[in-house]
């Protein structure tokens, strides 16, 4: 039987954790299952994420912990901490997979903000709503200008200055 990720993490053996969404890795070491839909997506433009993601910007769906189960590959998380530079679970920390290293979320100290890349939506892939973005942070570290009609942060969502 898989360790817990955690106490404030769904448990594997909870009978009432209801599956709505799975997500896995590249080489499906890891496996997540969530039991509810995020309470925001957005697209983060800061040059951490540009940079370990090797991608303009990346795009998270954020989760409450106890919304959140890994249900296979525990020993195959690695973690990373880019405040402090240390591959260690120190929060807020990058989660990877260690054998395929596919970014598999950031996890926050009371959130978790997975790669809805990741989640099987079926083929060809339905997002839900509750998926997609609701803005852009730290948009002023962009590398492309984003032509939609998503507010615009320079830092994080209602906590920073709109620039558009």
């Not at 200008?145 to 994080?156: R, T």
């Amino acid at each position: 039987m898989e360790k817990e990720f955690g106490p404030e993490y769904g448990s594997v053996a909870d009978a009432g954790f209801i599956v709505k969404y799975r997500a896995s890795c590249y080489c499906n070491a890891v496996q997540i299952e969530v039991c509810a839909d995020p309470v925001d997506a957005k697209i983060c433009h800061c040059k951490i994420c540009q940079s370990l993601h090797g991608a303009p910007m990346q795009w998270a769906a954020i989760f409450r912990k106890h919304d959140v189960r890994v249900t296979k590959g525990m020993d195959s998380l690695k973690f990373y901490n880019a405040e402090q530079n240390i591959d260690e679970r120190v929060l807020p920390c990058k989660v990877s997979c260690r054998l395929c290293g596919t970014p598999i979320a950031d996890e926050g100290r009371r959130m978790w903000l997975a790669f809805p890349s990741l989640f099987d939506f079926g083929f060809p892939p339905k997002v839900p709503k509750a998926f997609m973005p609701t803005c852009h942070i730290f948009y002023g570290s962009r590398v492309v200008d984003i032509g939609d009609d998503l507010p615009k942060w320079s830092g994080h969502k209602n906590k920073s200055d709109r620039l558009f």
